[in-house]
């Protein structure tokens, strides 16, 4: 039986043979790696440009502008715009050649990195190196359209993925419609009929049908099978075609590289090379702190908002916490690429606070040291991006109202008190989240320009929260280093209030001034209903709305922009809620000096909140040929009031008097000059009959226009209170002047102490000055001795209650600025 | 007696094709020495645009040496791209006894790694840049015009499997008003256009006497230029 059994198998064998019919083992080959997916960025869409299909704005060329141009609609992006994004685009049209050929050539970028401060997801990576490969330099090495036959097909497969195992671009597209995938592997076997082999050979290919998310890592398998049939004469291919249905594939490439000058971005710098500079992009995998994966190598962090990866558990740590200290901790990921933030006071023990995934805490130090933050991504692999926020909240905060950027350069002085141990500068962007911080543990009085000496290099036109162990007072000075500058004192945060009010803005003129600006920041924990009120000259109500506020949130508006404001005169800010939260500023601006447009434009601020007082006094007024002096005067009670304008000469005797009818919500805009049609006015007080709250401020400013400043009103400081001028400016160019009146109804002695940026004093001198009378000096001119190099700030106290203010200048007589003094 | 006449012919052969070309002959073949450098300007097709070209990529050829492989012997000519920016390079082989292709050896990059290619092209046939960026086709020399040749062509397929085809060599001398824009003045020109069997260009030059390389060729993969300036 065997023996019977061996004979029909080979009779079988030899009937095969002879014949030529039989069947092929199917045989698989392989290229020696596999292409990775990526996306095909669709020409209608124009994700590269409009991150349409992925995540917004910015897209991926946007942001390699941003980081390799400075701005986010630099060249690539214009060029983009240009080639890779048309609404009109066929819908098959866009990227899948030049990624089939990145996916071949180059690694596949499979973890989100962050390039100097901007994340580079995943997505991100693929697309700029897809748009590198725009400039693909390739063979054609089959094409259907050329009527290359089924045999170069073969051939193509055969010397490129079985012999060189390399994956090749094919172009699987049918009709018009071109889809180019790289194919990495085949299945082939092939029955025999006399001499014609009929093929089945299944292409294996990376796909592109990433377009849920673009973000994945790894390859998506498609396939396609085609049949063909070779007639064979000997080895020799005497004929073939395509058989049962198939369409063949219409090309195939071999790509090379990239073009040396990749197409036109960068057409009028042929330096610049595009794949090189999307190479140091990819190249970035996680954050600028990797290698802190241990306690051991935890990177110490200032307060800000962070953006980083975790490519392994992130380690950070915060130092010098002291006890009772408090520290916001803020984290937030992704769904589904989630990771986890614990707190620790000790990193032997448990954590103090745990958030998974997302959210804030605030933990109050339980002891004085440094306390450690632990991120833990749910799944390393994904390498997930989170945003980490750190604030540290001290016992005393203020609040510097602008941070504009841009061409704006700010200069800020922090006085603290000798309580004052630690100070911490923060940078907070308009929405409240805090971008930088710089700390300091040493000195009491900083001074310094943001960008340069407090290492802040970004700025977000937010603005400055100031916190510290002890009292502080601080000065704020923004210039374009033209023509331009204006300022603020720190406002206390325990000055905030649920109401604010802005007695003037200008929609026309004022004082040569065009635009005005009010700004409004909630410096609360919690959201705030904030409704406004538009009251016209009146006193009328002519107009409310309502916004809100989150937390720390600020807003700017011009005020032509607000709409209750058509035909108002001054508005009340209130928050709902009654929580005293709200600071806020004035911003006056003159695009040109009034009557001569050549002469370049001033600009003032007013910090809010205003004292609100029933008698304000002007300190210092400068009415003559250059200076003029105007006040605003706003009525913010329940009443109508009388209000009494006196007068007094530089000697305190008391020269004019006026009275003006405020009512309710009115009011009260005027130049010194005009209310008493005289120039010798030196210091002016403003008093409600009826004991009415008043707030208002007054603005100094050359008759030209170009030099302009407003300084907020106040009542009296109490006898013997210390008095800070918290920064000097007598070097080089600058002045500082400073007016103080004695408001007592005696005599009084002022003393005058210099300082150095240590605390050591340099020099004092004593005024004996009479009631109502009022000093008016520039500050080099109080000291017999002039005011040294090393003068940094001055302290003044009173016998009697006094009101003072300064004011900065420029000897060119360009640039002003002013503030009260020790309010 | 046999043997003699062959080498007497195969001397023949070696010095008619690496002599150089005496003008006012009507036949052009290439003529190099050892060190001779010439650089190609090169467009390719955009992947993304049609009809729309690359910015050029300019190839710099030298002449290395000549060496024997086997009993033939053959120029090798070194060919890499101007800038450095493109990871490709060449050394091909050209027969001294007809100018003949003989092969490539190239190297490209891909994923940060070399792959090396052989390429070895059957004497005596047209050969098609192929696989390549580098320009390398090159016709059967001498280019005599006019003239029509046919060659059967033989190309490995794998699997012990080889498919043939037939291609046709046409030389012509190009009018004066034709030649003109590719052409050193006053000089004529050769056009040599190697077709296949179904009439598809498979590459097209110009020739001019005196230069080592066509000064104008395009095949389905580029347009090149012979850089004379």
Known sequence: ?823 | MKNGFRMLAWATVVVLLCASTVAGSENISPAWKVGDRWQVRVVYPSPVVDDEWSAAVYWNYRVVGREMEGAEERYAVDVSEQTGRVKLKARLFYRCSDGSLAGVDMEKMSRGKTIGTTLVYEKGVPVVSERTLIPCDTPVFPLTAPSSSEYRITRVMGGGMKAEKIVRQDVRRLPDAEGSSSSAAGCPLFEVKCTDDKGSILFLQRWGFHYPWPLYGENRNMRYWLVTE
């Not at chain 1, 725009?134 to 097909?153: H, I, K, N, Q």
């Not at chain 1, 007598?730 to 605390?759: P, Q």
């Open chain 1, 1 to 823: 039986m065997k023996r019977c059994l061996l004979l029909i198998a080979v009779a079988i064998l030899f009937f095969t043979f002879v014949s030529g019919e039989g069947r092929c083992e199917t045989e698989t080959y392989a290229a020696a790696y596999v292409p990775w997916s990526g996306w095909w960025w669709p020409t209608s869409s124009g994700g590269l440009v409009t991150g349409e299909e992925y995540r917004g704005h910015p897209a991926p060329l946007e942001k390699y502008d941003y980081v390799m141009n400075g701005r986010c609609d630099g060249p690539a992006t214009e060029f983009g715009s240009w080639r890779y994004y048309s609404e009109d685009a066929k819908s098959w049209h866009g990227m899948c050649f030049c990624w089939a050929a990145a996916a071949i050539l180059e690694e596949e970028p499979v973890l989100a990195g962050i390039y100097d401060g901007t994340l580079f997801r995943v997505g991100d990576k693929k697309g700029l190196i897809t748009v590198a490969y725009d400039g693909t330099l390739y063979t054609t090495v089959y094409d259907d359209a050329e009527t290359d036959a089924p045999e170069v097909f073969h051939q193509v497969l055969d010397y490129y993925i079985r012999e060189k195992r390399s994956p090749v671009i094919f172009d699987l597209g049918t009709g018009e419609e071109h889809w180019n995938f790289p194919v990495y592997k085949y299945d082939t076997d092939y029955t025999q009929e006399g001499n014609v082999r009929h093929y089945t050979v299944k292409l294996y290919y990376a796909s592109d049908g990433v377009g849920d998310n673009i973000d994945f890592v790894g390859t998506l398998v498609s396939f396609s099978t085609y049949y063909y049939w070779l007639e064979i004469e000997g080895e020799t291919v005497t004929g073939s075609g395509w058989k049962n249905g198939s369409i063949p594939p219409k090309k195939a490439f071999e790509p090379f590289g990239t073009e040396p000058y990749i197409n036109s971005i960068y057409s009028d710098d042929p330096g610049r090379d595009f794949h090189q500079e999307v190479n140091s992009i990819n190249a970035v995998v996680g954050d600028p702190y990797e290698g802190n994966d241990t306690f051991g190598n935890a990177v110490s962090l200032h307060g800000g908002h962070y953006s980083l990866v975790a490519v392994t558990n992130d380690y950070f740590k915060v130092v010098d916490l002291e006890k009772g200290d408090k520290l916001y901790v803020g984290i937030s990921s992704e769904h589904g690429a989630s990771v986890s933030l614990k707190v620790y006071d000790d990193p032997a023990g448990d954590p103090v606070a745990v958030i998974e995934r997302s959210g804030e805490q605030v933990i109050e130090a339980a002891r004085t040291g440094d306390y450690y933050l632990e991120v833990v991504p749910w799944n390393p692999a994904m390498g997930p991006y989170y945003e980490l926020t750190l604030r540290q909240s001290l016992a005393y905060q203020g609040i510097f109202p602008v941070d504009p950027g841009g061409l704006w350069a700010t200069g800020i002085t922090v006085l603290g008190s000798e309580d004052a141990k630690k100070i911490v500068v923060a940078q907070m962007d308009p929405d409240g989240q805090i971008k930088n911080s710089f700390d300091s543990s040493s000195k009491s009085h900083l001074v310094g320009v943001l960008e340069r000496d407090f290492g802040v290099t970004s700025h977000y036109k937010g603005y400055l929260r100031i916190d510290s162990d002890g009292p502080v007072q601080g000065l704020q000075v923004v210039t374009t280093g033209g023509d331009l500058m204006f300022g603020s004192k720190l406002i206390p945060a325990d000055s905030a209030s649920s109401e604010v009010f802005f007695p003037h803005f200008i929609r026309g003129t004022f004082f040569g001034a065009e635009k005005t600006w009010f700004g409004l920041i909630n410096i609360g924990n919690d959201a705030e209903e904030v409704e406004r009120f538009a009251y016209d000259e009146e006193g009328i109500l002519v107009g409310t709305d309502t916004i809100s506020l989150a937390p720390g949130q600020k807003i700017e508006e011009d005020t032509l922009e607000v709409g209750i404001l058509g035909g108002a005169s001054s508005m009340k800010a209130l928050a709902t809620s009654g929580r005293d939260c709200l600071v806020g500023y004035i911003k006056f601006f003159r695009p040109s000096s009034p009557g001569d447009s050549s002469i370049p434009c001033g600009c003032a601020l007013v910090p809010l909140p205003l004292e609100r007082a029933s008698a304000l006094i002007v300190p210092h007024c400068a009415c003559n040929d250059y200076w003029r002096t105007g006040i605003a005067v706003m009525n913010t009670g329940s009443e109508d009031t009388v209000a009494t304008l006196t007068a007094y000469d530089a000697d305190g005797y008391e020269i004019h008097v006026a009275q003006r009818m405020i009512r309710v919500n009115q009011n009260l805009v005027e130049e010194v000059a005009d209310i008493f049609q005289s120039w010798d006015v030196a210091a002016l007080k403003v008093e409600s009959d009826n004991g009415q709250p008043l707030c208002g401020f007054v603005s100094y400013g050359s008759a030209n226009g170009v030099q302009f400043s407003g300084v907020p009103l106040y009542g009296a400081a109490p006898a013997f209170t210390d008095l800070y001028l918290p920064h000097i400016a007598c070097l080089g160019i600058w002045g500082t002047g400073i007016g103080i009146m004695n408001t007592g109804d005696s005599a009084a002695y002022i003393f005058f102490s210099l300082f150095d940026g240590d605390g050591n004093l340099l020099d004092e001198t004593i005024r004996d000055v009479k009631k109502n009378q009022r000093i008016s000096s520039l500050i080099k001119n109080l000291f017999d001795s002039g005011v040294p190099q090393s003068a940094r700030y001055m302290k003044i106290k009173s016998t009697g209650p006094v009101n003072g203010m300064y004011l900065i200048a420029t000897t060119d007589s360009r640039r002003l600025m002013g503030s009260g003094i020790g309010f």
